[in-house]
């Protein structure tokens, strides 16, 4: 069975950087497609970025584009989530996710099959 463990979050001020891990365990992750969602308070959870199985497609949500990236190391198990630049907007849960989603489905919380239980990310001078 497939656990996955974020970390790295924290509180940082705005223009600052987080890397974020997502960390696998009980399978391998070359399988999988990866999604990082996040949730804010009193708000839906919506996806930031994907990274399939083979980093061959990577994608953003527009919110996020041209300031977070997706690496993954499938030698190590772990996908991260490199934020940079970041928004008091960005104050969230995050959630990293894995599962098969189709095309058009990366940010669908529907295609994914394992989550992790998130971590916290504060953004606030």
């Known amino acids: 069975q497939l656990q996955l463990v974020e970390s790295g979050g924290g509180s940082v001020q705005p223009g600052g950087s987080l890397r974020l891990s997502c960390a696998a365990s009980?399978?391998?992750?070359?399988?999988?497609?990866i999604g990082w969602f996040r949730q804010a308070p009193g708000k839906e959870r919506e996806g930031v970025s994907f990274?399939?199985?083979?980093?061959?497609?990577?994608k953003y949500a527009d919110s996020v584009k041209g300031r977070f990236t997706i690496p993954r190391d499938n030698a190590l198990n772990t996908v991260y989530l490199q934020m940079n630049s970041l928004k008091s907007e960005d104050t969230a849960i995050y959630y990293c996710?894995?599962?098969?989603?189709?095309?058009?489905?990366?940010?669908?919380?529907?295609?994914?099959?394992?989550w992790g239980q998130g971590t916290q990310v504060t953004v606030s001078s």
């Open positions: 996710a894995a599962g098969r989603p189709i095309s058009l489905l990366w940010f669908a919380r529907r295609a994914y099959n394992y």
């Open positions: 009980g399978s391998t992750l070359d399988d999988y497609g």
């Open positions: 990274i399939s199985s083979r980093s061959e497609t990577t």
